[in-house]
């Protein structure tokens, strides 16, 4: 599933690109730092999200695996970067 950007992430004209695995994208924007956003499904079905500072680092932030779908967790991992960054 192609993540939906959010609104914010288009007016501060950040941008979203693959980044090797399927459910992770390299983000960044104008004077915004780059950061690796994804998702992970667990074995019970769920979903979580983190963000990363390189593509294959350990992550810097993260949530549980509660989230029932992959858009709901996409949604939070590009609020993770933009508390993150932005913020």
Do not use: H
């Not at 914010?8 to 104008?30: H, I």
Request: with cysteine; glycine share 12%; charged share 20%.
């Amino acid at each position: 599933m192609s993540p939906i950007v959010p609104f914010w992430f288009k007016q501060r004209q950040c941008k979203a690109e693959a980044a090797g695995e399927d459910s992770v994208l390299r983000v960044n924007g104008p004077n915004l730092g780059e950061a690796f956003v994804g998702i992970a499904r667990g074995e019970n079905g769920s979903w979580r999200a983190f963000l990363r500072q390189s593509v294959d680092g350990p992550e810097a932030l993260g949530t549980d695996l509660e989230f029932g779908s992959a858009g709901d967790a996409w949604q939070v991992a590009f609020e993770l970067y933009r508390t993150s960054t932005i913020v």
